[in-house]
């Protein structure tokens, strides 16, 4: 009997496979993936002959086309990245939250931005916080989730307030994770950790000192899983995405990534314009007009910058 799931674990050449409705089977990958000299990848759906279903043992016989696939960490059918950063501690660094979402782009999966924390803003409107729990909305978003929505407005991200602790906006993040394979990125200390445990019940990632709880060393590498928050719905809470992929990118192809620049781009004087200090700029007059994000802007203008640098040392290498 041939059967499919999804790969949620790969350990010492067994596969782990998630079949809807029937569990998870251990399974090893028959000898043609050797022979064509594939691989099976975490994410991957699979199909599967099933050995003993008592035992849930099997064997993967074959793989569904895969949408994409990740180097790091790596993975296959990635349906979107959720980034997180937190209001506080620490502090959102909107300049990393570009790289990432470069990074992202660049590898064509879409980007969801979720802040974490939103307990301990002040708030602006002051009716009465905390209370019933209700959503952002009703009890008036926080003076500082609203600049960075307004400079967000345009980038072609959706964006996300909510508390893992008091558990404000969850359920809205619930469903926008429904029926998708979401990795979750964004610096240590955010609540990723926290927020993969408040969405599922009985999977519990260690919250803050990871080498503390379990006395193993700092550097121990988690081993990559999908987890399974419910049936079709997985989560991926590894470290490997990072920001950092923004590196070596040509400066030229900075402006792709700042959507809200998109109708301006092509109007300017000087083909090829970087948008900095060039006369004529279609893209520095929609700035001067506040059609376009200071703050955005500003980010785009110190990576545009790092990326120049970074050219001349590479360079002076040659
Ligand atoms: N105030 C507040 N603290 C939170 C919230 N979510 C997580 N934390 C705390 O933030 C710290 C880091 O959380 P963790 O999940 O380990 O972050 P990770 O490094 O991104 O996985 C922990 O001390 C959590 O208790 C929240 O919604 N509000
Ligand atoms: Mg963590
Ligand atoms: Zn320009």
Request: proline share 4%; hydrophobic share 35%.
């Amino acid at each position: 009997m041939t059967i499919q799931g999804k790969i949620t674990k790969a350990i010492a050449g067994f596969y782990y496979v998630n079949v809807v409705g029937s569990g998870i089977y251990e399974c090893k990958a028959r000898g043609i993936f050797r022979k064509e000299m594939r691989k099976p990848l975490v994410g991957d759906d699979a199909l599967i002959e099933v050995i003993s279903g008592a035992e849930k043992t099997g064997n993967v016989v074959d793989l569904l086309p895969r949408k994409n696939e990740l180097v790091r960490p790596p993975v296959a059918n990635i349906d979107q990245v959720l980034l997180i950063f937190s209001m506080r501690t620490p502090d959102p660094n909107l300049i990393l939250l570009d790289r990432f979402l470069i990074a992202a782009k660049r590898r064509g999966i879409p980007c969801l931005i979720g802040f974490n924390k939103v307990d301990i803003v002040g708030d602006s409107s002051g009716d009465g916080r905390g209370g019933s729990g209700s959503d952002l909305c009703s009890r008036g978003v926080p003076g500082e989730c609203m600049e960075i929505l307004a400079a967000y407005h345009d980038s072609g991200v959706p964006l996300y307030f909510f508390s893992v602790r008091t558990g404000e906006g969850m359920d809205e993040m619930r469903r926008v994770l429904r029926g998708k394979t979401t990795a979750l990125a964004g610096p240590s200390g955010v609540g990723k950790s926290s927020f993969t445990n408040a969405v599922q019940d009985n999977v519990h990632m260690e919250v803050g000192d990871i080498s503390k709880k379990l006395s193993r060393g700092k550097n121990t590498t988690r081993h990559l899983e999908l987890i399974c928050v419910e049936d079709g719905t997985f989560l991926c809470d590894t470290p490997g995405f990072s920001a950092l992929d923004t590196q070596s990118m040509p400066k030229e192809e900075l402006e792709e990534y700042y959507a809200e620049f998109h109708p301006y781009i092509g109007k300017c004087f000087y083909q090829g314009c970087a948008h900095l200090s060039e006369p004529d700029c279609a893209v520095k007059q929609a700035l001067h007009e506040g059609k376009i994000s200071a703050e955005r802007y500003e980010h785009y203008r110190y990576l545009y910058e790092e990326l120049k640098e970074e050219e001349k040392r590479t360079f002076k290498r040659r």
